[in-house]
């Protein structure tokens, strides 16, 4: 007989340490070359193995994404 697979719960939130979904952003102390330059803020969430561990969802050119530590981007506020 299967057994259900157990999904971790996970906490997500729009905003979170001045950092809002639909914020532009780029990695702090410069952007690396395998990034695209144009970081967009999905949201928040806990990481699937410590609910109180909370990384911010960045998407990168629209298809890389990675979670961030709040240090670890800024926001970026260069004219499109």
Known sequence: ???PL????VETAA???GFSSGDRVRRAGGQPVTLPPDGIVQEWAT???DSTAWRCIVTW???Y?????AHEIEHD???Q
Request: aromatic share 8%; proline share 8%; net charge neutral.
């Open 1 to 3: 007989m299967l057994q």
């Open 65 to 69: 994404i990675g979670r961030f530590e």
């Open 47 to 49: 990481l699937e193995y």
């Open 15 to 17: 905003s979170r340490e």
């Open 6 to 9: 157990q999904i971790p719960h």
């Open 77 to 79: 506020n260069l004219p």
């Open 61 to 63: 050119g629209g298809r």
